[in-house]
């Protein structure tokens, strides 16, 4: 599952214009600089003062272009770095919630122009405030870490993981029939509420509640996460037991 950020390259900006503006003069230099040379023989030319310079002119915005061209490659790269950053979340290398939704957009717009269909699900974990208040915020770290693992293990290449925020995931699975939805979603949340995470042996089941709605041409994107959302909670309000720690 690719949760890479796929950004497009952003247009130069003015120091990239100037730099090719200055390699630009030096090679109008060069081209001013060579002229015919006036020679006895023409099949052997006398190397004058003007065909020195010209080499000189060339060899200096050669040197100015190939420099010119790696300092405009490395901004382009932070430019993608930044941008891959900004849809990133940092703790599990997933998707934030900017990232989830442009894509989600995405596939609303291809379900919109191809008829075509798939499923969204939200995933809140139970009971995860304990672990941190009982093993501390690294093994809450390492717990939703190895949340993260669980679902991008078991999604399609084409499929979104993203963390929203907190102990709050989403799953986008694009390009499903609508028969296959329901079972891949309930396969998936059977897959995450039986892996157990092993801290430092100490074993920590994950226990997650899941609301998943499908979604088509007609949807909008609001629509299916409030839908989603609240399909959520209502199975965690019913998996929820009068001895359940708070979540």
């Known amino acids: 599952m690719a949760t890479e950020s796929r ?16 390699v630009t003069g030096l090679l109008a230099r060069f081209n001013a600089a060579l002229r015919p ?10 190397l004058g003062p003007d065909t ?9 915005a050669l040197v100015a272009m190939s420099e010119a061209q790696r300092r405009i490659e490395r901004q382009e790269a932070r430019i993608r770095e930044l ?6 979340d940092e703790l599990t290398g997933l998707l934030n919630r900017r990232g989830f ?16 269909h798939g499923a969204v699900m939200m995933i809140d974990l139970d009971r995860f405030k304990p672990i941190n208040d009982t093993y501390g915020h690294a093994a809450g770290d390492g717990f939703l870490q190895a949340v993260a693992g669980v679902l991008l293990s078991d999604v399609r290449e084409c499929d979104v993981v ?14 499903l029939d609508p028969a296959s939805c329901g079972s891949r979603a309930r396969a998936l949340t059977d897959r995450l509420n039986d892996h157990v995470v092993d801290w430092h042996g100490t074993l920590l089941p994950i226990s997650a509640s899941v609301g998943f709605v499908e979604y088509g041409a007609d949807d909008t994107a609001s629509e299916i996460l409030e839908r989603a959302d609240k399909l959520m909670y209502l199975q965690k309000n019913a998996r929820r037991s009068p001895d359940s720690l708070p979540n």
């Not at 950004?7 to 200055?22: F, H, K, N, Q, V």
């Not at 040379?37 to 006398?46: G, I």
Request: net charge negative.
């Open 101 to 116: 939704d442009m894509h989600l957009g995405k596939a609303l717009a291809q379900a919109r122009r191809g008829e075509r």
């Open 37 to 46: 040379q006036d020679a006895a023989n023409e099949d052997h030319p006398v």
């Open 7 to 22: 950004i497009l390259a952003a247009p130069l900006d003015g120091t990239s214009a100037r730099l090719y503006a200055e």
């Open 52 to 60: 020195a310079e010209a080499e000189a002119a060339l060899r200096i």
């Open 83 to 88: 941008e891959s950053l900004s849809v990133t």
């Open 162 to 175: 993203a963390r929203l925020g907190g102990d709050e995931f989403a799953v986008l699975m694009t390009d």
